[in-house]
């Protein structure tokens, strides 16, 4: 049996990554750090693979970096996992292919860093996600403030880490920390997301992942450009032909991605 602290799992075109510590809520610890990077490595070789599904074993997503592990860091050691942690998530939101959450309970401190950089975040109804390190005498330290006020706002963000308070799923949709809140079984609904990417063309969805991720900071005329490049490239793919003929030819889609 693996003691990896991170399952790899493959459901057809799909690589579900499970963070697997449920004792410590699944908290990262540089085990799981190392095995998340490891596991981008083999994502980002593999042609095959149409989205990513991210998730925690038990009741827990990920609740947080692991206090046992950080208690006792030199100011030196914090700033080093910092960084570690900022580049594997980096890492893992520039992926090319869609990055799906799965969030099952708590999402707190790295652990709602780790969702936000993934693309897709969905919220079961016990889903918890915050950034509670003030309460520990410290601040977010993987990307937690950048990525927390790109997604809901600077008002939102610092209301959130100042006070360091929680949201449930249902103001996590509101404020856009989440996609959308999901009844019943959070993971078989990421499943259900992740084929219906996968049945899209796959040129397409990652000229439109990275279209959005590189232009969400820049102004309008250069996001603009950047959209009329890749839309014009998709004309140079067989899934462009191949879409626009299935639709005029009331078929379904059979696309291969070049
Ligand atoms: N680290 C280590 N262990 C943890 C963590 C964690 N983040 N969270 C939970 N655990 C452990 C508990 O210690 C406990 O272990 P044990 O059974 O051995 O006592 C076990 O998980 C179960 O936890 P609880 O008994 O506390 O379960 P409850 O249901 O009562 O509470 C909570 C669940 C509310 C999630 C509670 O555990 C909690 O508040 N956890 C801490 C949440 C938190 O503060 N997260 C932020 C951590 S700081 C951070 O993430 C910074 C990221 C940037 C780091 C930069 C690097 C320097």
Redesign the pocket.
Known sequence: MSDSPLKVERHEQTVVLTVSRP???N??NPAVLDALDQAITDLSHDDTVRAVVLTGEGR?FV??????A?RS?SAIQ??T??GR?QRVFDRLAALPVPVIAAVNG?A????C?LAMACDIVLAGPKALFGQ??V??G?I???G?TQRLARRVGLSVALDLCLTGRNVGADEAVSIGLASRRVEGDVLQEALAVAGTIASMGPVAVRLCKRVLHENVDVDLATGQAAERTAFGLCFATQDQEEGMAAFLEKRRADFTGS
Do not use: Y
């Open positions: 004792k410590a809520l908290a990262l827990a609740a947080g970096a692991d206090i046992s950080m860091f914090a700033e996992f910092a942690g708590f707190l401190g790295g652990g860093e509670p390190e309460k520990l410290v977010p330290g993987f937690g």
